[in-house]
């Protein structure tokens, strides 16, 4: 039941929660009510609660009880109260007088906190989390499809293994993933920003957006300028983070070796580069398998996709690999039903699990992903890699 906190406006924050309610007096009183009930999982602090007591007391339940949320309702909001409350903890900053964003937040808050409970179990206040992998999905040509397939691959690890899965848009000027699947970006990576250098697993889970059963969303930035915003640093973090609440975590990223993509790769176990049998996309294919041995990116870790792979344009599987000199490690099949499914809104493994394509993918992931080899052996030769790219 959740506890709201303050008297002053009470009344009013109270309907806005949902459900019944418990009030407590005082902060030393909500943190009384959260240490006697291991179910609770939603503190609302109202605006008479004076504000470093607020965000000492949700520093406090950060590290403690991460799976409690911790919202602010304030007379006034700034970005310094945002920057300040983000830091400490505090889920989300609303306006005292907007019910609206009251409810809204509340709502988003409990799909965090069922998402660390669901990560760690009710009896885990402080997980270790998982061991997850990273997947950069690249392609170097843009309009091969990247990411139609990272969406429909993230879609088959969840459905197919039963694994928890995220989908990271890393495009962060263009990124596509949103209006593919018919998500409101209400939270995108731009308000990770606060949280910078000391972002946690809490912190990361009120960035995502919650899709489908065992599959959540980072969503690209929306307003222009944004995208310049965010370091390759807070790159690393985010998915140092988001390792140890997923099985596997998919990025979707730009057509361009661009500082944040080579921050993704070096933190990935599994290069997915994708291709289409045409020359301009063959010959930045070939351009892109040079530049990851430049950077010494170890071989194994990498896999060619070929999409539309049964288009009848003049170049058969033979000419693709001899062209790129690299084995083609899955046949994506041309269909007309993949462009009906992003006009759509629903990626095809989702509505058509048994289709050609949705099947190619499912594949791909059960072979190249789910029985890959030795993730520490994995880790050892990124490890170098990274070394060696700091050192040129």
Request: some cysteine.
């Amino acid at each position: 039941m959740p506890i709201l906190c303050g008297q002053a406006a009470a009344g009013v924050l109270a309907p806005s929660i949902g459900g019944q309610v418990r009030e407590a007096g005082t902060l030393q009183d909500a943190a009384r009510m959260v240490e006697e009930d291991p179910a609770e999982t939603l503190v609302v602090i109202g605006p008479d609660a004076p504000i470093g007591d607020a965000l000492a007391f949700a520093s406090t339940l950060r590290l403690h009880r991460p799976a409690v949320g911790v919202i602010l309702a304030r007379d006034q909001v700034d970005v310094a109260l945002l920057t300040h409350a983000l830091r400490a903890g505090v889920r989300e900053v609303v306006p005292a007088d907007d019910p609206m964003a009251l409810a809204a937040a509340c709502q988003r808050s409990g799909e965090v906190s069922r998402r660390l409970i669901g990560a760690a179990g009710p009896d885990a206040p402080a997980p270790p989390g998982r061991d997850g992998q990273v997947v950069t999905v690249f392609a170097a040509k843009g309009g091969c499809g990247k990411t139609t397939f990272a969406i429909n691959l993230g879609v088959a690890l969840a459905r197919d293994a039963g694994l928890r899965v995220c989908v990271v848009d890393l495009d962060l000027a263009f990124g596509d993933v949103a209006i593919s699947v018919q998500l409101e970006p209400a939270r995108t990576v731009v308000d990770a920003l606060p949280m910078a250098g000391h972002l946690d697993r809490t912190g990361a889970s009120s960035l995502l957006t919650r899709y489908r059963p065992n599959l959540d969303v980072l969503l690209a930035p929306v307003t222009p300028g944004d995208a310049e915003k965010i370091p390759p640093s807070l790159v690393t973090e985010l998915l140092g983070v988001l390792r140890g609440l997923f099985d596997y975590v998919i990025v979707d990223t730009p057509a361009q070796f661009s500082e944040h993509v080579l921050t993704a790769m070096d933190a990935s176990a599994h290069h997915v580069l994708l291709t289409t049998p045409d020359v301009p996309a063959l010959k930045n294919l070939r351009i892109t398998l040079d530049m990851l041995d430049l950077l010494s990116y170890p071989r194994q870790i990498r896999s060619v996709v070929l999409n539309r792979a049964d288009s009848k344009v003049g170049l058969g599987l033979d000419d693709v690999e001899r062209v790129v000199r690299w084995p083609v490690a899955a046949h994506i099949p041309s269909s007309r039903d993949v462009p009906v499914s992003v006009n759509r809104g629903e990626p095809l493994a989702l509505s058509h699990p048994g289709h050609p394509v949705s099947q190619a993918i499912g594949k791909f992931a059960r072979l190249r992903l789910t029985a890959a080899g030795d993730p520490a052996a994995v880790s050892r030769s990124r490890g170098r890699a990274r070394g060696r790219r700091r050192m040129a």
